[in-house]
């Protein structure tokens, strides 16, 4: 069974960094893709990062571009998303997800995604 757990959420003021992490457990880490989505009150889920091991490629949605970085580390199937300069409009639920997917160059589309953790709360105060 997989089964996917967040972390590193909280509160933060604007221009601050928070680091979530996403804890894989039940999938074979080479071979899937890994993907971090947010949602806001009153808004749809959207595609912030992802990531496939298996091809190597990375994908960031350009409101994060330059701010966001995904990364993983093998040893601990942990995959993080490291968020420098905050935004208020960065306030939202993020969740990972997971699925067997060799490329995610073009985007990050959550009905590829099969796996999902509960999700983690980001709040950035201005």
């Known amino acids: 069974e997989v089964q996917l757990v967040e972390s590193g959420g909280g509160l933060v003021q604007a221009g601050g960094s928070l680091r979530l992490s996403c804890a894989a457990s039940g999938i074979t880490h080479a071979d899937y893709a890994i993907g971090w989505f947010r949602q806001a009150p009153g808004k749809e889920r959207e595609g912030v990062s992802c990531?496939?091991?298996?091809?190597?490629?990375?994908y960031y949605a350009d409101s994060v571009k330059g701010r966001f970085t995904i990364s993983t580390d093998s040893a601990k199937n942990t995959v993080y998303l490291q968020m420098n300069s905050l935004k208020p409009e960065d306030t939202s639920v993020y969740y990972c997800a997971a699925e067997g997917l060799y490329s995610v160059v073009g985007g990050c589309f959550e009905h590829e995604y099969r796996y999902w953790g509960q999700g983690t709360q980001v709040t950035v105060s201005s």
């Open positions: 990531f496939s091991r298996a091809s190597g490629t990375t």
